[in-house]
């Protein structure tokens, strides 16, 4: 099997900047509130007109040019998000078309926040197989056209955004290190869109309910993400042969600052080293992952040969983590 790494990053964020006091016209909170509970002081909203594949697209053709990769030389073109633009087609396939990644296999993947990571290894493992040379990975949200904006449970966390990146076979020793990816349905309702699918299609009654929205039981899912996190970063840093001591820098998925804080703590690894973008984002969900990384890397945190680990969990509910050597 070839070693695979990532060949380049990019990401795209939607102009529009909706701050905590934007929020407060919308729903009785505060700013004080929000930025207390979870670390987020605005987040991006896409213009009306933007799709999540509007998204995808301008993160994609950001991380083909930092790979310096052209669309036809793209094998596959993986999507990862919980908003796309519709049931069917897929969004990956109106994306690949977009680029001109004429050559590519493309499809749509949904694990939630968990999603980049879900995608990342489902590419490295064409590409170690030798069935492919090069994948497109983009995690890619419009949140803001799935949030209830009369619900200060949900509509105050989340954020619109796209993050994308090249993957490709790498030098022996390099690249990803370890995998690991986990999932537990029981745990489902407790971050679920309850109305539009096949088991409670859309109705006059689910649109009286709002129940075509983000529904969070918010406590059920901070108590399992911050087992998850903790879990997921361990188990990683395990499987690559890892010590603490060895990680050079951390990229975990920006739910919750609270939930950075407590993985950054269980690691014992220097706030300095991890990036942070939920208080600029909110929780992007499968678009918050790879922006992270595609920032960190352009502003010369992560830098060759370091040592990271990428870790997230999300909806399913789903987590996963990967050791990296950049
Ligand atoms: N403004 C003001 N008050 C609010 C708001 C708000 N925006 N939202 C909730 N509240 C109220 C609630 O109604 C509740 O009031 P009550 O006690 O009278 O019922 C109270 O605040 C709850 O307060 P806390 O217990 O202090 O809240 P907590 O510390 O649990 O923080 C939060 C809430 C931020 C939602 C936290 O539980 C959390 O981050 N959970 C994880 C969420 C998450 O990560 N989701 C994304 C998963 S990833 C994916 O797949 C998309």
């Given at each position: 099997?070839?070693?695979?790494?990532?060949?380049?990053?990019?990401s795209?964020?939607?102009?529009?900047?909706?701050?905590?006091?934007?929020?407060?016209?919308?729903?009785?909170?505060?700013?004080?509130?929000?930025?207390?509970?979870?670390?987020?002081?605005?987040?991006?909203?896409?213009?009306?007109?933007?799709?999540?594949?509007?998204?995808?697209?301008?993160?994609?053709?950001?991380?083909?040019?930092?790979a310096?990769?052209?669309?036809?030389?793209?094998?596959?073109?993986?999507?990862?998000?919980?908003?796309?633009?519709?049931f069917?087609?897929?969004?990956?396939?109106?994306?690949?078309?977009?680029?001109?990644?004429?050559?590519?296999?493309?499809?749509?993947?949904?694990?939630?926040?968990?999603?980049?990571?879900?995608?990342?290894?489902?590419?490295?493992?064409?590409?170690?197989?030798?069935?492919?040379?090069?994948?497109?990975?983009i995690?890619?949200?419009?949140?803001?056209?799935?949030?209830?904006?009369?619900?200060?449970?949900?509509?105050?966390?989340?954020g619109?955004?796209?993050?994308?990146?090249?993957?490709?076979?790498?030098?022996?020793?390099?690249?990803?290190?370890?995998?690991?990816?986990?999932?537990?349905?029981?745990?489902?309702?407790?971050?679920?869109?309850?109305?539009?699918?096949?088991?409670?299609?859309?109705?006059e009654?689910?649109?009286?309910?709002?129940?075509?929205?983000?529904k969070?039981?918010?406590?059920?899912?901070?108590k399992?993400?911050?087992?998850?996190?903790?879990?997921?970063?361990?188990?990683?840093?395990?499987?690559?042969?890892?010590?603490?001591?060895?990680?050079?820098?951390?990229?975990?998925?920006?739910?919750?600052?609270?939930?950075?804080?407590?993985?950054?703590?269980?690691?014992?690894?220097?706030?300095?080293?991890?990036?942070?973008?939920?208080?600029?984002?909110?929780n992007?969900?499968?678009?918050?992952?790879?922006?992270?990384?595609?920032?960190?890397?352009?502003?010369?945190?992560?830098?060759?040969?370091?040592?990271?680990?990428?870790?997230?969990?999300?909806?399913?509910?789903?987590?996963?983590?990967?050791?990296?050597?950049?």
């Amino acid at each position: 099997l070839r070693d695979v790494g990532f060949w380049g990053t990019g990401s795209y964020l939607p102009e529009k900047i909706m701050t905590n006091k934007d929020m407060e016209s919308l729903v009785a909170t505060s700013d004080e509130w929000i930025r207390t509970r979870t670390g987020i002081r605005e987040r991006r909203i896409a213009a009306p007109e933007q799709a999540t594949s509007d998204l995808a697209v301008e993160a994609g053709r950001r991380a083909l040019e930092n790979a310096g990769v052209a669309p036809e030389e793209i094998d596959m073109v993986i999507v990862g998000s919980c908003a796309f633009d519709m049931f069917l087609p897929a969004t990956a396939c109106l994306v690949a078309d977009r680029l001109g990644a004429r050559r590519a296999a493309a499809f749509d993947l949904e694990t939630a926040c968990t999603s980049f990571i879900y995608g990342a290894a489902i590419a490295s493992q064409f590409i170690a197989t030798g069935m492919y040379e090069k994948v497109l990975v983009i995690g890619a949200e419009v949140m803001s056209r799935i949030l209830d904006f009369t619900d200060r449970n949900t509509c105050v966390l989340f954020g619109d955004g796209a993050g994308a990146a090249v993957l490709g076979p790498v030098p022996a020793g390099q690249g990803i290190r370890s995998i690991h990816l986990g999932a537990d349905g029981s745990g489902g309702k407790a971050l679920s869109i309850p109305a539009g699918g096949t088991r409670m299609p859309v109705s006059e009654q689910t649109l009286k309910d709002r129940s075509h929205y983000v529904k969070m039981n918010g406590k059920e899912v901070y108590k399992f993400a911050v087992k998850a996190m903790d879990d997921a970063s361990t188990i990683a840093l395990e499987k690559a042969g890892w010590q603490p001591e060895d990680l050079d820098f951390l990229v975990p998925h920006q739910a919750n600052q609270r939930i950075i804080d407590s993985a950054v703590k269980k690691l014992g690894i220097d706030p300095s080293r991890v990036e942070v973008n939920v208080d600029r984002y909110g929780n992007m969900s499968a678009a918050s992952l790879p922006v992270a990384l595609d920032e960190a890397v352009r502003a010369g945190k992560i830098n060759a040969g370091d040592r990271i680990i990428l870790v997230g969990f999300g909806a399913g509910l789903t987590w996963g983590s990967m050791a990296i050597q950049w």
